[in-house]
């Protein structure tokens, strides 16, 4: 197996590129706040850029603006990495269980905005590769204050962008969210879903890669225009306790079930960089 793959640079570029992006329009929002009032005394947000080395291979660039206007807290972080699992935990990797060797290049972020109108986003998008090779990803949205014309158009886009490939993808990659994101503990969904989207390969790596790109530049287009739409809307303390539960129940999914949290801990990935999708605070009831 040789690993990394002849495409590392080209798709590690891209992500890069994209993270870079990203940035840049939450960046732009945070400046485009400076009249509204409810975001005093707040200076507008920049993100502050570390890089990380990874024990075995790679490593990774770190993009977190804290402290915002809009955004509290925003994590926006890509990482490429190398090397090999651990026995125990090759057993659980498709493919590792024959070699443990593995590469893995990919974009994360979560953003948990100041004002409880403003929904809390995650979005990813990666590639793997053991003695097999996958793509994964998706974008999900967890409003505080749930706006139907928010969700019907987070949901909207995202069907947009499945169906250009295949008509199947939105409805199987919804259900997919669905039951990913769900806390059997409190038995309730995690937010209003999106996608989700793992070890796909169709045989066809070109399509799969720009499938994979156009779930990211989704998501370029989509959050921004949701943030813009509710930012302005005044809060009061009764809905930042409704933020600040939310804000737990995000936290009891992460640290307990999310995938990607336990692939970086279990493979010694940074953990200030694995644990970012926390929000700054959280709330639970007595």
């Given amino acids: 197996m040789n690993i990394p793959p002849i495409y590392a640079k080209r798709l590690h570029n891209w992500f890069s590129d994209l993270q ?50 809009v955004f509290e807290k925003a994590g926006v972080n890509v990482s490429c990495v190398w090397g090999e699992f651990a026995e125990e935990f090759a057993k659980q990797i498709p493919g590792a269980s024959e070699d443990p060797k ?10 948990h905005p100041r004002n409880p ?27 505080c204050i749930p706006q139907e014309s928010d969700t019907n158009f987070f949901h909207k886009t995202l069907q947009d962008c499945c169906d250009r490939f295949n008509r199947n993808y939105y409805p199987k990659f919804k259900t997919w969210c669905d039951e990913y994101f769900f806390l059997p503990h409190r038995n309730e969904t995690r937010g209003v879903g999106g996608i989700f989207y793992d070890y796909h390969n169709t045989g066809d790596f070109e399509a ?18 949701i943030v813009r739409r509710n930012m302005a809307k005044p809060w009061s303390d009764e809905e ?5 539960h939310k804000r737990g129940r995000y936290v009891e999914f992460n640290l307990i079930y999310d995938r990607g949290t336990h692939f970086g801990l279990k493979t010694g990935g940074n953990t200030e960089a694995i644990l970012m999708s926390l929000p700054p605070t959280a709330k639970w009831a007595a």
């Fill in 240 to 244: 930042i306790a409704i933020q600040m």
């Fill in 20 to 69: 870079n992006r990203i940035c840049h329009e939450l960046e732009v929002i945070e400046q485009e706040s400076v009249d509204l009032d409810i975001y005093a005394p707040y200076i507008p947000g920049q993100f502050a850029k570390r890089d990380w080395d990874f024990q075995q291979n790679g490593g990774g660039k770190m993009h977190v603006l804290q402290e915002g206007r």
């Fill in 102 to 111: 593995f590469w893995a290049c990919g974009l994360s972020l979560v953003i």
């Fill in 117 to 143: 109108f403003v929904p809390i986003v995650h979005m990813n998008t990666r590639h793997i590769i053991t003695t097999k090779s996958w793509f994964g990803g998706g974008a999900d949205l967890t409003p």
């Fill in 208 to 225: 799969d890669h720009v499938f994979n790109q156009n779930v990211g530049e989704t998501f370029l287009t989509s959050y921004p225009e």
